[in-house]
């Protein structure tokens, strides 16, 4: 069980951290991390269809690059 499910000074018992209750990572160059953009972008993406084009952008810049060695 990991240490964010026991209650704190600060936490009620019974409520428990979800993984909607995560804080966001920044780097040191002020860029929020990767996985956190994704996720944001994924949620806003669920409500508003706009946002779908912004992670596809975003899916498609942290792609590898395909391999050109051949087959």
């Known amino acids: 069980m990991s240490p964010a499910a026991f209650p704190t000074p600060s936490q009620p018992s019974g409520c428990s951290r979800g993984a909607d209750h995560t804080a966001l ?15 944001i972008l994924e949620r ?6 706009a946002a779908e084009d912004l992670l596809k952008a975003f899916a498609a810049t942290q792609d590898p690059a395909p391999s050109s060695a051949p087959a």
Do not use: F, I, N, T
């Open 44 to 49: 806003l993406s669920a409500v508003d269809p």
């Open 25 to 39: 990572k920044w780097g040191c160059d002020g860029e929020l991390s990767a996985l956190d953009l994704h996720r």
